[in-house]
């Protein structure tokens, strides 16, 4: 897997852009400048983000969200098999 995110991901397993991988890695969300750890979906080249709006619910059971227009960045959280936040793999324990 690449150390790019998708451009566009959902958390919701019944939408075209989920993708189990990216989610499991653990995806990291920057909306206007701040970061978000609220987003059911985003999609960087459309510049929005979807949030759910309170508990609120459907009919189906599925979160009502509202989608937001901004700026977006995404980024792994995980940095992928045993690497730090720079990239070097992981030293042995302390002594």
Do not use: C
Not at 22 to 38: C, N, S, Y
């Amino acid at each position: 897997m690449s150390d790019t995110p998708p451009d566009r991901l959902s958390i919701n397993p019944n939408s075209p852009h989920f993708d189990q991988a990216a989610l499991q890695r653990g995806i990291g969300i920057r909306f206007k400048g701040i970061e978000r750890r609220d987003v059911e979906e985003y999609s960087i080249p459309e510049s929005w983000i979807r949030v759910a709006l309170g508990k609120k619910v459907d009919r189906h059971g599925q979160p009502l969200t509202i989608k937001l227009s901004g700026e977006v960045e995404a980024w792994f959280q995980d940095a992928g098999e045993n690497t730090d936040d720079e990239g070097v793999a992981d030293a042995a324990a302390p002594e």
